[in-house]
């Protein structure tokens, strides 16, 4: 019996799948976790939702020590491959984001009176009606809405502005504006989808 | 002062009699308590290390054949372990010589199945699939080995490996440079505290954590972290920053030994800056030099770790294991150009591994590969692999006693080699990692073999 090309061809890709198979481990893989964006991409949204136009932040400042934002995320090359390193999250980088992201809150939470950074009017405004709170005008959903899209922009779903919002109008009600806006602050920086790629 | 074959062999008739003494026959291992401390550090030689400069290398006669590149220009010295095996060594390891007894040397072992780049055969020593996987590392801190986890799995403390893993992410990369200004800032920084605000940041952790997806995977692995931040908050703002006059590596061993003893973390990753990857002829010539400059760190980071106390009764080298490996060797030299004029490419069929340490029997040389000299033939196994020759392949190896076979094999089979499965695997039973966690020949093979007779 004579065998025809396409006999060589299926077996040579059949060959060459069983070989891809045998160097797969038998250890189930698990679903690869989505990374950190990166202190330097999280700055750059920052900058470009709340600074005025043509003014970017310096929020290197919050970072606790040099170097230390590598370990948030960096993109690192290796010949013509880019990749990210360091984006998975971890204890050590969830002790820095929170170390840095309350300096950044805080610095949000201190601009009632004489702003720390400079930002933009429309969230400026934003802020000095949240400035009243526990007044009942900051509670507003408008408000409310408005600073949480400043601050996490469009990537979250409806559910966890809800969340956030049932749960300062209750724990935070009569709390006083700087601790609660702090707060805030750090409650929509510190949520996944605001920290991680999507 | 390069060691002459009679300092060789004095050294080694020294190591071989300690073979009689107690407890250090080639004996199966007995299981490490528990309750014993015990730390891993590799240090991995990036780019595919070419063994031949360090405890597999080959007469000048083969160089001068043509058949392999020496830019050492050295006749390599005969080293003998302690199990009688031989190999041969260059001047370059005379550094490691007063550690010979603290770590044996593995040879001819064999890495990918299939694949001779550089990530793949990455993945593989990591992961044990060329594609990438769940690391080893993490493994050697599971609460299965009987022991309490340290708050990290490892960290990395050069630049990264490149690697493809999926359970990496309690294996911090973490700086001698970074220390200072990291604990100097946690200390001015209470950690984070419980409370409603805690509390509902971790929730939206907890309730986007629940998907399928990446981000839920993200998400758990946010709320894991956060929950141990505090802990972690505290050790690290303990450590003390390493002086910035003293060398990188002295630097990098007191952030290590730290880590160690203050239970941050279960293992550490150091990757010396040389980078062995030398195709073109000019990189080639600088291994020499390129291998002194590892070798000396590598015996800085050995001689700290014995130097440095873990307790009143023991130093940290008595505490932890060492591995030190490449992702692979080398060819012998390119196809082109003369034998003094060549580069060399990657050789996935024979690497050299040493360890040592804590719980490994040291001075043995485990394992050869072939074509050691200018007239010996491969087998016909070798042939099908490599049929041009330009690679040196681990000889067929014999488990129960760890020594090669003398047999030339018709056609390859994987069971009859040393691989890194069987080095990785032995490292698991140190530790006392579960069995699920062994990592196996080939996916319808069983599990690589432990190699009993390296522990003590």
């Not at chain 2, 043509?66 to 005969?78: C, H, M, S, V």
Request: glycine share 8%; hydrophobic share 40%; proline share 7%.
């Amino acid at each position: 019996m004579r065998l025809g090309r396409g006999f060589y061809r299926s077996a040579a890709v059949a060959a060459a799948i069983s070989l891809v198979l045998s160097t797969i481990s038998t250890t189930q893989s698990k679903a690869q976790n989505a990374q950190f964006k990166g202190w330097a991409a999280v700055s750059r949204e920052l900058s470009t939702r709340l600074a005025a136009p043509g003014a970017s932040f310096d929020l290197h400042k919050f970072v606790p020590a040099d170097d230390l934002d590598e370990l948030l995320g960096t993109w690192n090359r290796f010949g013509d491959e880019h990749t990210l390193q360091n984006g998975s999250p971890n204890s050590v980088s969830m002790v820095i984001w929170r170390v840095a992201l309350s300096g950044f809150a805080k610095s949000v939470a201190g601009s009632c009176g004489q702003p720390r950074l400079t930002f933009h009017d429309r969230f400026l405004t934003t802020l000095r009606k949240l400035c009243r709170w526990p007044a009942a005008e900051a509670k507003s959903d408008a408000v409310l809405q408005e600073f949480w899209f400043s601050v996490m922009g469009y990537n979250a779903p409806q559910s966890e502005y809800a969340a956030w919002r049932e749960f300062f109008l209750a724990s935070y009600a009569s709390r006083p504006a700087a601790e609660t806006i702090d707060a805030m602050t750090l409650a929509i920086t510190m949520n996944p989808y605001f920290l991680l790629h999507r | 002062m390069i060691p002459t074959r009679r300092d060789m062999l004095k050294i080694s008739l020294a190591g071989a009699g300690t073979l009689i003494l107690p407890g250090s026959g080639l004996l199966p291992a007995s299981a490490q308590s528990p309750d014993e401390p015990h730390f891993f550090l590799m240090i991995v030689l990036n780019g595919g290390a070419d063994c031949s400069y360090m405890f597999d290398a080959r007469p000048l006669s083969m160089t001068k054949a043509g058949k392999i590149q020496n830019y050492l220009g050295q006749e390599p010295a005969p080293f003998t372990g302690r199990n009688g095996t031989g190999t041969l060594a260059t001047s370059l390891v005379k550094p490691l010589l007063p550690f010979r007894d603290r770590f044996s040397i593995l040879n001819g072992v064999y890495m990918t199945p299939s694949f001779d780049g550089h990530l793949q055969n990455m993945n593989f020593l990591f992961t044990g699939n060329a594609f990438g996987g769940d690391s080893f590392i993490p493994h050697l801190n599971l609460p299965d080995t009987g022991r309490e986890p340290q708050s990290l799995d490892g960290v990395l403390s050069s630049d990264p490996v490149v690697v493809t893993v999926n359970n990496h992410s309690a294996v911090v990369p973490l700086m001698p440079r970074a220390v200072a200004g990291l604990a100097n800032s946690l200390k001015q920084t209470p950690p984070l505290a419980g409370g409603e605000l805690t509390e509902f940041i971790r929730g939206r952790m907890t309730a986007n954590a629940s998907g399928p997806g990446r981000l839920s995977a993200a998400a758990a692995l946010m709320q894991a972290g956060l929950d141990k931040s505090p802990r972690v908050h505290q050790q690290l703002a303990q450590l003390t920053p390493p002086s910035g006059r003293d060398s990188p590596e002295q630097q990098t061993l007191a952030l290590i030994t730290q880590c160690f003893r203050l239970s941050i973390s279960r293992s550490a990753i150091y990757s010396p800056s040389e980078f062995f990857d030398v195709h073109a002829t000019e990189q080639a010539k600088t291994q020499p030099k390129m291998f002194a400059s590892a070798i000396g760190k590598i015996v800085t980071l050995l001689k700290g770790l014995g130097e440095t106390p873990f307790d009143s009764r023991r130093s940290m080298l008595d505490v932890t294991t060492v591995m030190v490996a490449s992702e692979f060797g080398r060819t012998m030299r390119s196809p082109d150009g003369t034998v003094d004029d060549t580069g060399t490419n990657h050789n996935q069929f024979s690497n050299s591994i040493l360890l040592g340490g804590k719980g490994i029997r040291g001075g043995l040389v485990i394992g050869a590969s072939d074509l050691r000299d200018e007239v010996e033939e491969p087998s016909a196994a070798h042939l099908q692999l490599d049929p041009l020759q330009e690679k040196t392949m681990g000889l067929p190896f014999d488990f129960a006693t760890l020594t090669t076979r003398p047999d030339m094999p018709a056609a390859f089979d994987v069971k009859d080699y040393l691989t890194i499965g069987s080095v990785v695997n032995t490292i698991y039973a140190l530790f006392g990692v579960p069995k699920e966690h062994y990592r196996v020949l080939r996916r319808e093979l069983p599990t690589a073999q432990v190699l009993n007779g390296l522990l003590m």
